[in-house]
């Protein structure tokens, strides 16, 4: 899988990296291989912004349907 959407905000935290993008998913990729881990969807329009929490174990993002939402990526 690779991402075919616009991307609008990256974060980094570690070995991953975290891709918010313009059709409402969040890709979560491995940093050193670039492999796809998960694609995070919920939101329902663009998402406008991504970031790690502490640790790396929670991300947020947050998006154009004025909601926030936090991702449990631990397991990931």
């Given amino acids: 899988m690779t991402i075919a959407e616009d991307i609008v905000d990256v974060a980094i935290s570690g070995d991953r990296v975290a891709v918010a ?3 409402g998913g ?15 969807r919920g939101h329902t329009s663009r998402v406008s912004s991504v970031e790690f929490g502490a640790g790396g174990g929670w ?3 947050g998006s154009w349907d004025a909601t926030a939402r936090v991702w449990d990526i631990r397991e990931l």
């Fill in 26 to 40: 969040v890709w979560v990729l491995d940093a050193g291989t670039g492999r796809t881990l998960a694609v995070l």
């Fill in 59 to 61: 991300l947020v993002s």
């Fill in 21 to 23: 993008t313009l059709a």
